[in-house]
Structure formats: C-alpha cells, structure tokens
C-alpha cells in the first residue's frame, strides 16, 4: 500500500472547563490516502466536524489538542508554529464549509478572494493570478466565468456560490480537501450537481478529501471509505459497500437500519433507542454501551480498541480475536 | 443611484421644512415679539405700527412663507440681545466651533476605530483589558466634569495649557479666523476637543470591538483562515471593512451631535464658539438667534446624514445592487 497522505493517530482533543475537561475527541486514528474521498459520518455532535477543524489547525480556543499526532506525509502538522501551519492551509489542505451563503466574504469581488488566495500560495502575478483564477471558475462550471469575477458574493445563487467556494479551496492546489458538510445547506437538485463538482475536481486534481456529512447518501454517491463516529470516538472505517451492505458496529447497523429505503417495504424504520451521551456523560468502557443492543460484560469495562477485521476497522469487543 | 439621490434630498428638504416650521413657531409661542423689542415706554400705537411693519398681522402661512424665504437667504433677523444680523454674528462664531468640532471629531474616529481594533485583535492582553476599564470613566463621566477635572490637572496644577478661550487666532477671511496655525491656539484646543470628543471616543472604541469581534467570528473570516491567508490581511482587509459599515452611521450620528452639543464644553471652556453664544442667546430668550441656531443644527445633522447614505452606498456593493435592481 501507498504511503498515506494523512494519518491520524490517537487524536485526542479537549475542551477545559471551570473544573473538568472534557473530552470532544478521544483517540480517533484514521489515514487518508492520496486521491481518496473518505466519509466521515455520525450524529450532530459526535466529533466529525472538530476533527476535520483540529486537521487544518483551527480549534476554536478553548478547544485543543491534548494529545495523538497528526502526520501529512513525513510532517508533522499539529505542533506546528502559527505562521508554518498558515502556509500549509490552502496550500496543502484546504476546507470548505457548510454554508456557502456565509463562506464568501460579502464586500469583495469573487476576483479578489481568490487572486489573493491564489498568490498567497503561488508566485504568479497578478495578471497570471488572475488567469488561473478564471481558469479555476470555469473548471468548477460557472457560466461566462470571465465576466462573473468581477461579481460579488450576493449576485450568485446559493449553488453557484458553492462552486466559488471549491474552486477558492482548490486555488493553491492542495492535497487534501476538508469539506464540512459541503451540500447541507443546499437544495437537493444542487446537492447532487455540487457532489459531482467536487468528485470530478478532486479526480483531475488529484486531491484527496474528507467529507463530512450525516447525508448516507452522499457518502454512498462520493466515498471510497467511509468512517462512523460516535461520541468523538471512531466506532467503524472501511470500505463505503462493506460497510453500507454489511455493517459490523452495533451502532452502524442500527444507522445503516434507520435509512429509508425505496426499494423495500419496511413498515416502521428501526431506530436506535436513547441518544448520544453528553460530552461529560460518557460511559465508562464502549461509548453506545448503554444503547446497545449485542452489549457483553467487557463492553461496560474495558474500552475496544479499533480492531481489524477482514472488512476493515471496528471498535467493538464482538469482534475480538476474529483474525482477518 | 441618481434615483436615490433624489429621493434622500427631498427627503432633506421635508425634514429641514419641519424644523423650519418649529424654529418659526419660537416666534409665535415664546412670547410676544413686539414686547421684546420695544421698550416699556412704548405706547399701544407705536406696537400696532412695528407689528404691522414686521408683518405680524398677516396670516400665519405667508409669514411662514416669508420666514422660509429669508432663511433660505441666510436671513434670521436681527439678535434682540446683540442688535446685530444674526447671520453675521453665527458667521463670526461658527468657524471656532468647527475647528473643536472637527478636532475632537478626528480624534474620537481615529482613536476610536484604531483602540477599538486593537481591544478586538487583542482581546485578553493586559493593555486591552485597562483600555477597556478605563473607557468606562469616558462613558460615564458626565462631559462638564470631564472638563473641569482636566482643567484642575492641566491648568491649574501642572500649568501646561490654558483653561479658557481660544489663544491667538489668524484672520484668514472677513468671518473666518483660525486658532489652528498657531501654538496657543493649538494648545488652548486641546483640552476642550478632548472633553468634547472623549464620549464619542469610547462610545465608538466599543463599537468597533463588539462589530470587529463579531465579524471575526463569521464564516468567512474563517474560511479566509483555511485557506491560508496572512493574518494581517485577513484583520486589515477582509474584516476591518465589514466592521466599519454599522460604525459610519454612529460615527456621523456623534459627529453631528460633536457639532450640536458642543454647548457644554464651550461653557466649561469660554470658547468662543456658537454653542456659547446660544447659551446666553436662551438666557435673554434671544428668538431670531435661537431659531438660527436650531436651522443651522438641524441642516448640520441633514447634511452629514446624506453623506453617511452616500458612503454606505459607496462601501457596501450589496446596497447598491438591490437599488439598482428597484430602480428597474
């Protein structure tokens, strides 16, 4: 196997509070490999999108790494000084947030956003700049791309905006793309085109992705891996077929379980009893341990590790000792 | 644009009418105007006469007409109390209440937009913490104690600057004289414009914060971080601009008012501006100077109001995009 473009090892972030900390992200090890689109998926709250924020160095303050390391090829990345970790955003990984009504800065033209990102990252010109920078809007499929650029952020469409926003991300050609949530704030008909923009830019460019959504669609549509979190902890990553077909987590299957289908007739859809835990309530030993319905006595005591298994990775004790 | 123009100007002009209209009502309610100008030996004939003569016994509408005419023509009338043109004796004084006005105007802007910007990007530093502290005192103080401590410390005991007047001025025209070219006339500025702009300083300085703090908040500030923009251009160029588009309004709200209340500093002060004058004026209940003085505010805060819209629009692109899309 390739090297991977990124590895996350035993990430651990934390929140302090007036006497506890707590603990948003608790151990999450995965990779990403050059040109992959891997999903991250789970409930609101259950850690995707702070680690796609502690990836590219932007925690919000109180939040921040307590331990585990974060490697971009032979770097390490999340001990870097201010100013290192600035010239690497963009240039190396990018993000791309939800809603792209708010990701564009209201009083600049779309021309000056990205002419400015894109020099920022590349010695070009400002007439160069401005050349690729057509060259980038055309790509993500914006109509008279020459003559739009002058435009400002409100005389685009919700979509179109979005389309501004990937090619911004794309501007210092980086790696590897952050996208939280990219298509949330869209209507559905634009969801799919704005998907497709991404998966075909990502594919020329060779950049890989991590796409976070709690969309099961998409994730089917764009991914090649997809990983599960649950309470700021990965409960499964593997293959998007495998683990859509055949899910091994208890959590995932009842995920997997609650997604209505059009082809089967299912007269109520199953659910997952209770909720995610509050950050400062999780159970001692597998986080979905109360709500699980496969639970065994090691389950409320030790903690599983990711475990491997033919199909991929799963952090649950039912599969302990199953050797791939 | 030429639309919008329009509109705010006639707006300008409806609103200047109904302060006319107030400022001629003095005349009709403050008191008979004859009884003010005539001596008490005068007889019941002589005020029949003076009232006919001034056109008091005309309908109220031609000598609102007539009022509204002169005015426009600059004529007031003549001061009960200085027996001179209104008009000439404002000419005389508006130039020092401007140059206070437009000293402490600068100063409450520049400082207040600039420590306002730094208390934002350095929100937990110790300065930033002692800064804000202290701007409490500006907003609290009320602005004639403000005055009279600052002429305690500056005159009275460390005798560095003056407490009263102007200091030398400059002729520069027939009205216009200037205390700003020389050394007395800058030194005895700079009490007065501190007491007077140190309200719309931090008034301002906590604008800017809480806006600046705010923008920086947004999602495009935070884009513009991932993707690598530098941190000064990210403070200086994508969020001061979003910051200053609600302060402008405030800014020229308070600097209307700088002009209008400049009242209070001018007493603490005996600066010879307006504002000293209207005091006295209300004192002798000076009519014709008053309703000037009430005029002339009024298209002080007119003014500045429409150059507020015309920068708003020139600032903000959103703006003059959903004007062009009305004026279709």
Redesign the interface.
């Given at each position: 196997m390739t090297q991977a473009l990124l590895s996350v090892r035993d990430l651990v972030v934390e929140f302090p509070k007036r006497k506890t900390r707590l603990t948003a992200l608790d151990k999450v090890s995965f990779d990403i490999h050059p040109g992959e689109i891997l999903g991250m998926v789970g409930e609101s709250g259950a850690g995707k999108s702070l680690t796609g924020a502690a990836i590219i160095g932007l925690l919000e303050p109180p939040g921040h790494i307590a331990s585990g390391e974060i490697w971009l090829k032979d770097q390490r990345i999340d001990q870097l000084p201010y100013d290192q970790m600035r010239r690497l955003r963009g240039k190396r990984i990018a993000m791309i947030f939800q809603d792209p009504l708010t990701s564009l800065n209201p009083i600049l033209t779309i021309a000056n956003q990205l002419i400015e990102t894109i020099q920022t990252h590349l010695p070009l010109n400002d007439k160069e700049a401005r050349a690729r920078a057509i060259q980038l809007l055309d790509e993500v499929g914006i109509p008279a791309a020459s003559k739009r650029i002058d435009d400002y952020p409100h005389q685009f469409s919700g979509g179109m905006r979005q389309r501004v926003v990937i090619a911004l991300a794309l501007a210092g050609e980086p790696e590897l793309i952050i996208a939280d949530e990219p298509t949330t704030a869209l209507d559905v008909s634009v969801q799919a085109q704005i998907i497709d923009v991404l998966k075909r830019m990502c594919h020329v460019h060779k950049t890989a992705v991590m796409l976070v959504t709690h969309d099961m669609g998409v994730i089917a549509e764009a991914c090649d891996r997809v990983a599960v979190m649950y309470a700021g902890r990965i409960a499964e990553i593997g293959e998007v077929r495998q683990i859509v077909k055949q899910p091994q987590h208890p959590y995932t299957q009842g995920l997997m379980g609650s997604i209505p289908s059009i082809t089967e007739r299912v007269e109520r859809l199953t659910q997952i009893p209770g909720s995610m835990p509050r950050l400062d309530a999780i159970p001692t030993g597998c986080a979905f341990n109360p709500r699980c319905t496969q639970k065994i006595d090691r389950c409320t005591e030790d903690r599983p590790d990711l475990i491997a298994t033919d199909q991929g990775q799963v952090s649950c004790w039912l599969y302990e000792g199953d050797k791939p | 644009m030429i639309a919008m123009l329009i509109r705010r100007l006639i707006q300008a002009v409806l609103v200047m009418l109904v302060v006319a209209f107030i400022s001629f009502s003095l005349f009709q309610f403050v008191g008979d105007p004859i009884n003010n100008m005539v001596g008490q030996e005068a007889s019941q004939q002589d005020r029949a006469e003076l009232r006919e003569r001034l056109g008091l016994n005309d309908p109220i509408p031609i000598q609102f007409f007539r009022f509204v005419g002169n005015a426009v023509k600059g004529e007031f009338g003549i001061s009960y109390r200085m027996a001179r043109p209104v008009s000439e004796v404002i000419a005389e004084r508006l130039p020092a209440t401007l140059e206070l006005a437009l000293i402490s105007g600068v100063l409450a802007i520049s400082l207040g937009i600039g420590l306002g910007v730094y208390t934002a990007l350095r929100r937990d530093g110790w300065l930033s913490h002692f800064i804000m502290s202290s701007s409490l005192i500006g907003v609290s103080l009320p602005t004639f104690l403000i005055g009279i401590l600052l002429i305690y410390l500056f005159s009275v005991e460390l005798q560095w600057l003056p407490s009263f007047g102007r200091g030398e001025t400059v002729q520069i025209t027939e009205n216009w004289s200037t205390g700003l070219l020389t050394v007395s006339g800058w030194k005895s500025l700079i009490l007065p414009a501190i007491t007077l702009g140190l309200f719309q300083l931090t008034l301002l300085m906590r604008l800017v914060r809480a806006e600046m703090l705010e923008v920086l908040r947004?999602?495009?500030?935070?884009?513009?971080?991932?993707?690598?923009?530098?941190?000064r251009?990210i403070h200086f160029?994508?969020a001061l601009?979003?910051t200053l588009?609600p302060v402008i309004t405030i800014a020229g709200l308070q600097l209307g008012s700088i002009i209008a209340f400049a009242i209070i500093t001018e007493t603490v002060f005996q600066w010879p501006g307006v504002g000293l004058l209207f005091i006295n004026a209300i004192r002798f209940v000076d009519i014709p100077f008053m309703s000037a003085y009430l005029l002339l505010i009024a298209l002080v805060f007119v003014v500045i109001n429409l150059i507020v819209d015309l920068l708003y629009f020139a600032?903000?692109?959103?703006l003059r995009?959903t004007k062009r899309s009305a004026g279709r």
């Open positions: - | 947004t999602d495009y500030i935070k884009f513009a971080r991932a993707r690598g923009i530098k941190q251009s160029h994508h601009k979003n588009l600032v903000d692109p959103r995009a």
